[in-house]
């Protein structure tokens, strides 16, 4: 079974600091990787996705993320957050075409990011 | 263009009585997940249907049952609700089956139930 761990719970950041949200997954095989974002009282909204190919994978928004196989890892980046990034952010894992599980997300337990002015 | 459109946003229902959420896809989506989202956790997933198929099932118990109509919207059913199904029920609609570049999923506000 698939799993993800954000390692983070919440992240206190100023504003126009760099953030880095720390996000592994557990899978035996290969996986596509998400992270989405969560404003109060909101659905999810996209950032950025890796399916395949470059190992770094830019989104909305100026976040970038990074995947790294031998560690397992997909950790999500900013290099100058604003007010208006602060929200709760997901991580999530979901096996590639031809597996069982069709659309199934398998999601981290989030990071909520309060950026300080 | 309407994205994911989920009603009713909010509702109140006792112990052991019964819900139903319903959900739009966005224009021409043919699939529609649905995930539980409790207070303070990530979302889970209960329901992907695909062609009005269902496709995939979470952990979740008989309780929890859903449909997709031949318009491509979706309810998701909840009998004998419990204290611990109170949460964030989020829909969801992508174009096909499937996971791949171009196939985006989109998530709707939500539905907030609250079992007292």
């Known amino acids: 079974a698939q799993s993800v761990t954000q390692l983070d719970s919440q992240v206190p950041v100023f504003e126009e600091a760099p953030v880095e949200l720390r996000c592994n997954y557990s899978?035996?095989?290969?996986?596509?990787l998400f992270w989405y974002v969560q404003y109060p009282n909101q659905g999810l909204q996209l950032l950025l996705k890796?399916?395949?190919?470059?190992?770094l994978v830019k989104g909305i928004n100026g976040f970038e993320a990074e995947f790294n196989k031998s560690q397992t890892s997909f950790h999500l980046r900013k290099p100058s957050v604003h007010i208006s990034d602060t929200a709760e952010y997901f991580c999530?894992?979901?096996?590639?075409?031809?597996?069982?599980?069709?659309?199934?997300?398998?999601f981290g337990g989030g990071t909520r990011v309060l950026v300080k002015p | 263009d309407a994205g994911v459109t989920q009603s009713p946003t909010h509702l109140i229902k006792t112990r052991g009585q019964h819900v139903t959420l319903r959900c739009s896809p966005i224009?021409?989506?043919?699939?529609v997940s649905w995930y539980q989202q409790v207070l303070g956790q990530g979302p889970q997933f209960i329901f992907q249907?695909?062609?009005?198929?269902?496709?995939g099932r979470g952990n979740f118990p008989d309780r929890f049952s859903a449909r997709q109509f031949p318009n491509y919207s979706s309810e998701l059913n909840v009998n004998a609700l419990l204290l611990g199904d109170s949460a964030l029920y989020l829909c969801?609609?992508?174009?096909?089956?499937?996971?791949?570049?171009?196939?985006?999923?989109?998530f709707g506000e939500g539905s907030w139930l609250t079992v007292v």
């Open positions: 969801a609609s992508s174009l096909v089956q499937g996971l791949f570049d171009g196939n985006t999923i989109y």
């Open positions: 899978s035996s095989v290969s996986v596509y």
């Open positions: 890796y399916l395949s190919g470059s190992t």
């Open positions: 999530a894992v979901s096996d590639p075409p031809g597996g069982a599980a069709g659309n199934k997300l398998t």
């Open positions: 224009s021409g989506h043919k699939s």
């Open positions: 249907y695909y062609e009005k198929e269902e496709r």
